[in-house]
């Protein structure tokens, strides 16, 4: 008896289209669209996002009450995103996110490419997902625990879609960027807007793994279609699986 493998094929899903105003998405672009410093090229980039659970590992140098926080704050801003599911995981070999501490840059590490003296995360990508990452934060220059844990939320919350600081929000937002000083990291909280472009960039109601241009273009044609009709306009983005 023999059996030929079926090509499985995808199926398409539409979902409402999330609309937003002008100023939001000018700020969301300045977010998942300019120019980052770990690439090459200051080519026009998609949007990057987890498509996998994010598996995330700790590595012993870590402490337990920091460990418990981060974890904690991870839960708080995903656990209602259909599209973004983060656990943690016990062996190495599980994970596709490593967090650990190094309290000396020319020691090894997991990944030799932070040499930052503070906290920062590298991760990699294919295409337009994401889907390995380290964040490290080096204990010999940030040793205050509640400045390690801002820092590390702040790191974090940025590699889940590869974000972007910018100077359109408040100083205490996580996404803004200020002048780093110990006043400014230890005042910084999660603010509505950090979590609205969470929110929106994990959405079903838009189109993801796009460059700037093609954004541009989408939202403007739905703003032209309303502004030349009284009806209501009943947008839908259509997903591939």
């Known amino acids: 008896m023999y059996s030929i493998a079926q090509k499985k094929e995808p199926y398409l899903v539409k979902m409402p289209y999330v609309e937003k105003d002008t100023v939001f998405l000018e700020k969301y672009q300045d977010i998942v669209f300019s120019y980052k410093k770990h690439e090459n090229t200051t080519s026009r980039t998609n949007t990057r996002l987890w498509r ?108 889940l879609g590869y974000f972007d600081k910018i100077r359109k929000v408040p100083c205490s937002d996580y996404l803004r960027n200020c002048r780093k000083t110990k006043v400014n990291e230890r005042s910084k909280k999660y603010s509505a807007f950090d979590q609205e472009v969470l929110d929106y960039h994990y959405s079903y109601g838009i189109c993801t793994g796009i460059d700037r241009k093609t954004f541009e273009d989408f939202h403007g044609n739905i703003r032209a279609i309303k502004d030349t009709t009284d009806y209501p306009v009943r947008a839908t983005v259509t997903h591939q699986y």
């Open 52 to 159: 996998e659970p994010i598996h995330m590992y700790f590595d012993e140098s870590v402490p337990k009450k920091i460990e418990k926080k981060l974890l904690r704050f991870a839960d708080s801003i995903s656990s209602h995103l259909d599209s973004l599911t983060i656990k943690r995981v016990r062996k190495l070999e599980e994970s596709n996110y490593i967090v650990y501490f190094e309290n000396d840059p020319t020691s090894e590490s997991y990944e030799p490419k932070l040499k930052t003296k503070g906290a920062s995360f590298w991760i990699y990508w294919d295409g337009s997902t994401l889907n390995k990452a380290y964040l490290k934060l080096n204990n010999k220059y940030v040793t205050n625990p509640e400045e390690q844990i801002t820092h590390l939320k702040i790191n974090f919350f940025q590699s």
